[in-house]
């Protein structure tokens, strides 16, 4: 029997068939809910309010996850199947969209030397004293008769030569034909970021290196597993996973290649050249490639040179013969993100002692030091995603992104100035740099109430600060607990022990350290001093930690528009010695010592 969800705020109507549970419908029509667990109903992530209509029983686990709340009606997206026409309400917390994203990053000179150049041309029309084939009058025309044209060129060009009356602009990439456009068409390049939670896209004019349009949106994929070792998971686990992980994500990044030039009035045809960056895991899901060894011990990629692969094959509607370049990986999960990071931060060419944090859903760490350059990556971004977090969710609209704790007064600030539904990674760091100055946290991460705070409550597990009371309108109660703080002690010490121990290899110390580049997203927006205050970042001045934006996306450009900053992430990329922090024998006893709250 076919029935319909009426989904709202998105005010959607999707067609869905008895059985289909409320997050798979959803996913079928594009609308993107939160799904760490990948639907197997432990991790909460997929809440919806079912406001009318008929679905199935609860389930035990629902039960046990939402308490009280399942009295209004709230349920597990995952877990509910549809039995009638139903009216949905999803919260933002559990929508994957309207999220804040980081394109912008600093921006560094770079030669303009691009893949691909343009030569426009006036070719004769044919005639019956001059049968020429279009390609012979080509080459004859560009002076080159090893011009090489591709199928996907060829099915094009008789149609392209006659609706421009022969006057064209070629797209050549060496002595393959790209496209043809009308005259004194000016070649696109796209630059994307491929990151686990989101991806960003730069239109990018390849002849003068303007930005013309950039943009962002969700990974899709999150609604298969929010991070890498759950797509892995879904990828292994279903016959058809890593094709609908693949598929979903070269749908996302076309939409937003039509919503790139929709933005500037151009045509996807004139994009005749794209770089995408991404760590491994998305890089493999991306091209098709295995990514079961990438979850299992030594975490080993199918390639990690870099790979320029047709356009088409991908999948793409762009310039017939554009190809796609995907930057050098470094390990299994160090990827071309961290590689174009460190291209777009400018470290590479940095003097000193130079330390670079890539903080995302996972975070890679570089050091540069002496000639020499060392990587490590951990997973120590999930938490300040506000995964493993209670009340925790990703920077959108509503989430508390400021903690200030002064003078005995509480005071929060929210995305947007929204009424809170959440805390943000911003959010949580300065919590607990607030709650530890304060003196309601004390090293070890156990709350105390003894200084009478009103924030301070007994909960259901033991001691409670309470950022928002149950009745603040249109919001729900936000607790932080031991669990939470806990939480953060573990990605805090990862992130401290990692930069540690590439200190170590490198045989300096953390005061000579000349400069720390934090970028990434939620590195964009946490305040330095909270990391530094509770122990996260090194004990040095604030001055010498700079915040760079989407670096990434920057280094992708960069290679977009310069063949010589293509070889320096080939050249770079060879050099870099990846430490295993798991495997470094001091990694514990560092570990275990990090998990204090200074
Ligand atoms: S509870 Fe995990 S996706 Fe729903």
Redesign the pocket.
């Known amino acids: 029997m076919n029935f319909e969800i009426d989904i709202e705020p998105v005010g959607r109507r999707i067609p869905c068939s008895q059985g289909d549970t409320l997050?798979s419908a959803a996913q079928r029509a594009g609308i993107v809910l939160n799904?760490?667990?990948?639907?197997?109903?432990?991790?909460?992530?997929?809440l919806v309010r079912v406001m009318a209509g008929q679905v199935s029983p609860l389930t035990f686990t629902e039960e046990a996850?939402l308490g009280k709340r399942v009295e209004e009606g709230w349920r597990?997206?995952?877990?509910t199947e549809v039995c009638g026409n139903v009216r949905i309400h999803i919260p933002p917390e559990s929508l994957a969209t309207a999220q804040r994203i980081q394109t912008e990053g600093h921006s560094l000179p770079v030669e303009i030397n691009p893949a691909v150049r343009v030569v426009t041309v006036n070719l004769p029309p044919p005639s019956l004293s001059d049968p020429l084939s279009d390609t012979e009058r080509i080459k004859i025309a560009l002076g080159m008769p090893d011009l090489v044209f591709s199928l996907p060129v060829l099915r094009e060009l008789a149609n392209a030569l006659r609706i421009n009356a022969f006057a064209v602009s070629v797209f050549l990439n060496g002595c393959s034909v790209v496209g043809l456009r009308p005259a004194n068409t000016a070649a696109l390049g796209l630059a994307i970021d491929l990151g686990t939670t989101k991806l960003a896209g730069y239109l990018v004019d390849l002849s003068t290196g303007e930005t013309l349009a950039c943009a962002g949106a969700m990974n899709p994929q999150i609604a298969f597993g929010e991070d890498v070792m759950a797509r892995i998971s879904h990828a292994i686990s279903k016959s058809d996973g890593s094709e609908q992980l693949r598929s979903v994500i070269v749908e996302a990044l076309q939409k937003l290649a039509n919503g790139l030039c929709e933005q500037t009035k151009r045509s996807l045809l004139d994009i005749a050249d794209v770089v995408i960056v991404g760590n491994t895991v998305m890089h493999h899901l991306f091209l098709g490639l295995p990514v079961k060894q990438l979850g299992l011990s030594p975490y080993i990629p199918t390639v990690s040179s870099a790979l320029d692969v047709p356009a088409f094959e991908i999948g793409f509607d762009f310039a017939p013969g554009a190809h796609v370049l995907s930057l050098p990986n470094i390990a299994g999960f160090i990827g071309a993100d961290h590689v174009a990071m460190l291209l777009g931060s400018g470290m590479v060419k940095s003097k000193g002692v130079v330390l670079g944090l890539d903080i995302g859903t996972n975070t890679e760490f570089s050091l540069i030091a002496n000639g020499r350059h060392f990587s490590c990556s951990t997973a120590s971004g999930p938490a300040f995603e506000g995964a493993h977090i209670k009340y925790g969710m990703r920077a959108a609209p509503g989430a508390i992104e400021k903690v200030l704790i002064y003078d005995g007064k509480l005071m929060l600030q929210t995305i947007d100035n929204q009424p809170p539904i959440g805390l943000c990674g911003s959010g949580i760091l300065d919590l607990i740099a607030q709650m530890r100055k304060a003196g309601y946290l004390n090293s070890h991460g156990a709350l105390d109430g003894s200084k009478g705070t009103p924030f301070i409550r007994q909960g259901k597990n033991g001691l409670e600060f309470v950022l928002v009371p149950s009745l603040e309108k249109e919001g729900r109660e936000i607790i932080f607990d031991r669990s939470d703080v806990n939480e953060i002690q573990l990605a805090k010490s990862a992130m401290r022990t990692g930069v540690q121990i590439l200190l170590q290899k490198a045989g300096i110390d953390e005061k000579d350290i000349d400069s720390v580049v934090i970028a990434g997203a939620f590195g964009s927006y946490l305040d330095v001093q909270s990391g530094i205050d509770i122990g996260m970042f090194p004990k040095l001045e604030r001055e010498r930690f700079i915040q760079v934006g989407n670096a990434a996306g920057t280094g992708a450009r960069m290679a977009l528009l310069s063949l010589g900053v293509r070889e320096q992430a080939r050249e770079m990329s060879r050099r870099i010695t990846y430490i295993e922090l798991t495997s470094e024998p001091s990694f514990s006893s560092m570990f275990a010592r990090n998990l204090l709250i200074e």
């Open positions: 997050l799904a760490t667990c990948g639907g197997e109903g432990v991790c909460g992530r997929c996850e597990l997206a995952c877990q």
